[in-house]
């Protein structure tokens, strides 16, 4: 199988992951109770998505 010749230097590593950046989740409102929740999320809630009710939020 293919393999590395080398080890990659730590900078090396670390310049590589320089490039890696936390991606903020992307929020929408819940059209059935206006709470802010995850895109393709069931809301927390209400339980409600795709206009349907999933689950029934305790208290
Ligand atoms: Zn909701």
């Given at each position: 199988m293919a393999h590395p010749k080398r080890k990659i230097s730590k900078s090396r590593r670390d310049k590589r992951r320089t490039h890696y950046k936390a991606i903020a989740p992307t929020l929408s409102y819940c059209p059935n109770c206006g709470e802010l929740k995850l895109s393709h999320r069931a809301c927390p809630?209400?339980?409600?998505y795709a206009g349907k009710s999933m689950f029934v939020p305790e208290s």
């Open positions: 809630s209400c339980g409600y």
